[in-house]
């Protein structure tokens, strides 16, 4: 039979705490274990409960499972209550292609995940992201499937691996773009732009634009491509970043940031009665690759188009920028993630009078 018990939570409200157990010959051979916030769901679990395991064999096959690595993280995938970003589903999807991922569960141990790490043919950043996705899978295994595999041989592998050079976080770039760099592509795609809106059929792609607004404000080049009229505030110069980028947590993750005078203008300057969907609607990957082969053209080294992110976010600690100020408008969750920043000298606005800022006025003409 199963049990509730009522307990007081440290805010004050009642969990109840139900559980189930199986006995065999007088021995507990299962128990079960899960809190709810009502009495009637503890109820309802535990009816679900004794009857799921009181079908012929239920215990048999709970005792005996032990998947490989690959039918663990294709069950991840498949039941993880909350989705995830496509780059992590793709690393699992990579990793269930790997030898290792043939191993079963019981047999994964701390010395197995180092080998793993080491057959790995890529940088330790790399290394240490396969090592972290895989983590948040294991930590599921046992409280949630019951797995024979436990939690710590990742901790006690990622030890090792660090100890050992395996694995390690990959270093902050620090490359920001100067004037003269941005001038040459600016007025590389202006060219650029003119020379495609001649031509029949073929659609340029608001290059200019895209840097600009990236330049002034701090968005990512996917969210630039994916933000929407629907997510703009225009009375309050904010914007609502859907899915932003986040350690362990992309999808959901909505964020309203605030939009600097010159990002807010260049949208407004693009804006139309009744617009709706994204409001650059580009592809993302096709800026990158615009951007990249302009730089080989023009024969600017390094530089890479979320470069202008970093460039956003050093310019408003020079104007003066507090970290909560800066986190209001580059989406940072945690101010710790903005101290980098913290050490630049306030220099004030080095586009202050920049040519290409009439191209981030007001249609009006009127000065921001």
Not at 58 to 77: F, Q, S
Not at 182 to 189: G, I, K, T, V
Request: aromatic fraction near 8%; charge should be positive; proline fraction near 5%.
């Amino acid at each position: 039979m199963g049990t509730i018990t009522p307990r007081k939570r440290k805010d004050g409200t009642t969990g109840y705490l139900a559980r189930v157990r199986i006995k065999q010959g007088g021995a507990v051979v299962h128990a079960e274990t899960q809190t709810f916030d009502r009495q009637q769901a503890a109820q309802a679990w535990i009816k679900k409960r004794e009857t799921e395991l009181a079908v012929p064999g239920a215990m048999e096959k709970l005792k005996g499972e032990d998947p490989t690595i690959d039918k663990l993280i294709g069950r991840y995938i498949e039941e993880a209550e909350r989705d995830y970003g496509r780059t992590k589903t793709q690393v699992l999807q990579t990793i269930q292609k790997t030898e290792f991922a043939q191993l079963k569960c019981s047999q994964v141990d701390s010395a197995a995940v180092v080998q793993w790490l080491q057959a790995l043919n890529s940088k330790p950043s790399t290394r240490h992201n396969y090592l972290a996705h895989l983590s948040a899978v294991v930590t599921l295994a046992k409280p949630v499937w019951r797995y024979p595999i436990e939690s710590s041989v990742m901790q006690e592998a990622r030890v090792a691996a660090e100890r050992m050079g395996l694995i390690g976080k990959s270093k902050q770039r620090t490359r920001r773009p100067t004037l003269d760099e941005l001038e040459r592509l600016l007025d590389y795609f202006t060219d650029y732009e003119y020379r495609r809106a001649r031509s029949p059929g073929k659609r340029p792609l608001p290059m200019v634009d895209l840097i600009l607004f990236a330049l002034f404000s701090s968005r990512r080049q996917e969210e630039i491509t994916e933000i929407t009229w629907e997510d703009f505030n225009d009375k309050l110069g904010q914007v609502l970043v859907r899915d932003m980028k986040h350690p362990g947590e992309k999808v959901g993750n909505d964020v309203r940031v605030v939009l600097p005078d010159h990002a807010l203008s260049l949208v407004r300057r693009r804006m139309k009665p009744g617009a709706k969907g994204p409001i650059f609607p580009v592809n993302s990957k096709s800026v990158s690759t615009s951007f990249t082969r302009a730089c080989d053209i023009l024969g600017i080294e390094d530089l890479h188009f979320h470069d202008l992110r970093h460039e956003a976010i050093s310019r408003l600690f020079e104007m003066g920028f507090t970290i909560p100020q800066a986190a209001s408008v580059s989406g940072h969750r945690t101010w710790s993630s903005l101290k980098r920043y913290s050490h630049l000298e306030q220099t004030g606005d080095k586009y202050a009078g920049w040519k290409w800022l009439e191209r981030c006025q007001p249609l009006t003409g009127k000065p921001q």
